[in-house]
């Protein structure tokens, strides 16, 4: 697997795939979840959704939880395959179970979404929590969401700028928007403007819409000085995320 891994990491796919037909073959759930990855994103190979349902599916249901996680996003966007919602929201549950990180990402924002599950703001606080102590930027603004919008918890402006910080720092656009918007209006954060258009600049290159109701009002109230400070903490490299530790 190690040789496999490094021939992909550089492009190598075919001696990759070779590698990872071998191992699929014995039973290897990883590599056939692997194969049905460069099927599903034609890496190394032509495109082809039916291939990649076909190997993801050997892996799933051999209990790899990123082969579910993998399998599950093939069913529920169904590019090139019939779509599968509720087979989808199933394998997300089994690998946010075991512990993958990006599945508990989508089944806490499936659990908030209530189009395909039963909404429970309460389990997915839990499943997006336990996506941000692996590291999930998108789980930290979606926590912050939750106290900002009184989703299952009390609404706690503090609370919702600890977790936007936390997202923000991570590199997701959104939670920049937000820490950036509470800055603008002083919301669980004293009002600094500077700092407030700084996120906003970053969220917008970002390509997060949610900077767009504030980015003109917090540019405009700037004075030449102030934007040029602004700007120049927006190019700066993202502070280290904070070490203190998670609730």
């Not at 795939?17 to 191992?23: G, K, M, R």
């Not at 990006?102 to 429970?120: C, F, K, R, T």
């Not at 997915?124 to 336990?130: G, H, K, M, V, Y």
């Not at 923000?168 to 258009?197: F, K």
Request: hydrophobic share 45%.
């Amino acid at each position: 697997m190690a040789v496999a891994l490094a021939a992909a990491a550089r492009g190598d796919y075919a001696t990759a795939l070779s590698l990872w037909e071998h191992l699929a073959h014995a039973g290897n759930a990883r590599a056939q979840n692997n194969i049905g990855a460069c099927f599903a994103g034609g890496l190394g190979v032509a495109r082809d959704p039916d291939l990649a349902r076909d190997w993801l599916t050997l892996s799933a249901e051999a209990g790899d939880p990123v082969g579910q996680r993998n399998l599950a996003s093939l069913l529920f966007k169904g590019e090139g395959i019939e779509p599968d919602p509720d087979r989808a929201a199933a394998f997300y549950r089994s690998a946010a179970a075991q512990g993958d990180r990006e599945a508990q990402d989508m089944l806490s924002w499936m659990l908030l979404e209530g189009e395909i599950i039963e909404p429970d703001p309460g389990e997915a606080r839990r499943w997006a929590l336990a996506a941000a102590q692996q590291g999930s930027a998108a789980s930290m603004t979606r926590l912050g969401m939750l106290y900002h919008n009184a989703i299952g918890v009390p609404r706690d402006p503090v609370e919702a700028v600890f977790w936007w910080r936390r997202g923000a720092n991570a590199g997701d656009a959104d939670g920049q928007a937000m820490l950036g918007a509470a800055y603008h209006l002083g919301n669980g954060v004293p009002r600094d403007p500077v700092e407030a258009l700084a996120w906003l600049l970053r969220a917008r290159a970002g390509g997060s819409s949610l900077a767009t109701p504030f980015f003109e009002v917090a540019r405009t109230a700037l004075d030449a000085n102030q934007l040029a400070r602004a700007e120049r903490l927006a190019a700066m490299p993202l502070p280290e995320p904070l070490k203190a530790s998670f609730p």
